[in-house]
C-alpha cells in the first residue's frame, strides 16, 4: 500500500475522540458504508479503539481488510458495482457509488463510451474474476480510469488482487473524509 495523506477534512483529535464514545452499534451506523457492502470492516476496526486521530481510523480499517481471509476479499471485492455496470443502470447502486460515478459521467455515457467500458469490465471480470474498482476521486477524467483500466489489464492475477484491495482501500478513504467531516 502506497502512503497517502492525512485526513485533513476534519479536527482528527475531536473526531478520534467522538468515535471512541460511539459503541460498536452506532460506530458501525456511522462508518459501516465506507466499505461497499461490507460493515463487518468497520466492526473490526471498531476493536481496535481508542484511535489516536482519523488516519488511525483508517489504518484500522485498512488492516482488517488486508487481514480477512482470501474468501471474505473475494466477497468484499465482489460487492463493488462495475463501472456503469448494471447496477448503474438498473439505479441500484449506493448513494456514495452513484455520486462518485456521476462525478465523472459515468452514468451519462455516449453508447460507444458505455459499449467500451462495457468490454473493459468484461475482460477484467474474465481475466481476474472480480469488478474493475477504481478509486475515483483520485482521477480527473473518464480518460484516466480507461488508461489505469487498459494498464491494470497487463497485470497477474497476485498483482491485481493486491492492486483491487488497494483500489477499494482508496475509496474508503474518500468516504472516511466525508464521513468523519459532517
Known amino acids: 500500500m502506497q502512503a497517502a495523506p492525512t485526513l485533513h477534512a476534519m479536527d482528527a483529535t475531536t473526531a478520534a475522540q467522538h468515535l471512541h464514545l460511539l459503541n460498536e452499534s452506532a460506530f458501525v451506523a456511522r462508518l459501516g458504508s465506507t466499505v461497499e457492502h461490507a460493515p463487518w470492516v468497520a466492526q473490526a476496526a471498531w476493536q481496535r479503539r481508542p484511535f489516536a486521530d482519523a488516519d488511525a481510523v483508517f489504518?484500522?480499517?485498512?488492516?482488517?481488510?488486508?487481514?480477512?481471509?482470501?474468501?471474505?476479499?473475494?466477497?468484499?471485492?465482489?460487492?463493488?458495482?462495475?463501472?456503469?455496470?448494471?447496477?448503474?443502470?438498473?439505479?441500484?447502486?449506493?448513494?456514495?457509488?452513484?455520486?462518485?460515478?456521476?462525478?465523472?459521467?459515468?452514468?451519462?455515457?455516449?453508447?460507444?463510451?458505455?459499449?467500451?467500458?462495457?468490454?473493459?469490465?468484461?475482460?477484467?471480470?474474465?481475466?481476474?474474476?472480480?469488478?474493475?474498482i477504481v478509486a475515483l476521486r483520485l482521477h480527473r477524467s473518464l480518460d484516466s480510469v480507461l488508461d489505469s483500466a487498459a494498464t491494470r489489464l497487463a497485470s497477474t492475477p497476485e498483482q491485481e488482487w493486491a492492486a483491487a484491495l488497494d483500489q477499494v482501500c482508496e475509496v474508503m478513504r474518500g468516504r472516511l473524509q466525508r464521513a468523519l467531516s459532517t
Request: charged letters at 20%; hydrophobic letters at 35%.
Open 59 to 132: 489504518v484500522a480499517m485498512r488492516d482488517a481488510i488486508l487481514a480477512a481471509d482470501r474468501t471474505a476479499q473475494h466477497t468484499l471485492l465482489c460487492g463493488h458495482p462495475e463501472l456503469a455496470g448494471r447496477e448503474a443502470v438498473a439505479g441500484q447502486m449506493t448513494d456514495d457509488s452513484t455520486s462518485e460515478q456521476g462525478r465523472l459521467g459515468l452514468l451519462s455515457l455516449s453508447p460507444a463510451q458505455c459499449s467500451h467500458l462495457q468490454d473493459i469490465n468484461g475482460r477484467y471480470r474474465e481475466r481476474f474474476g472480480i469488478p474493475l
